[in-house]
Nanobody
Framework: VQLQASGGGLVQPGGSLRLSCAAS????????ITWFRQAPGKKREGISCASSSAGATYYADSVKGRFTISRDNAKNTVYLQMNSLKPEDTAVYYCATDLVRGCPSLTYDTYRYWGQGTQVTVSS
């Protein structure tokens, strides 16, 4: 089981990025995936979760209305589209799963499987 997060970079405030979380070793369609982020000196924050295919999606208040989680089952990949980015969105972003169908609370962070993280920097 592996997760590969990618798509981070440097973007100006108000800009957009799309992060990818590519899965291998399991069929992503059947499980939930959660995106986290961790800024320097801050606690890791669960920001979005997508339950198994065609299921529910959840967002932290800090990103609601700006970020959208989606999946491409043919590519075994989950995406996080991030719009209207703010400097406070600067963090390392991770994807994670416990290979279960439903989404745990966004405060749950002891997942078994994690991607390696991708840096997002929002700065002018």
């Amino acid at each position: 089981v592996q997760l590969q997060a990618s798509g981070g970079g440097l973007v100006q405030p108000g800009g957009s990025l799309r992060l990818s979380c590519a899965a291998s070793g399991f069929v992503l369609n059947y499980v939930s995936i959660t995106w986290f982020r961790q800024a320097p000196g801050k606690k890791r924050e669960g920001i979005s979760c997508a339950s198994s295919s065609a299921g529910a999606t959840y967002y932290a208040d800090s990103v609601k209305g700006r970020f959208t989680i989606s999946r491409d089952n043919a590519k075994n990949t989950v995406y996080l589209q991030m719009n209207s980015l703010k400097p406070e969105d600067t963090a390392v972003y991770y994807c994670a799963t416990d290979l279960v169908r439903g989404c745990p609370s966004l405060t749950y962070d002891t997942y078994r499987y994690w991607g390696q993280g991708t840096q997002v920097t929002v700065s002018s």
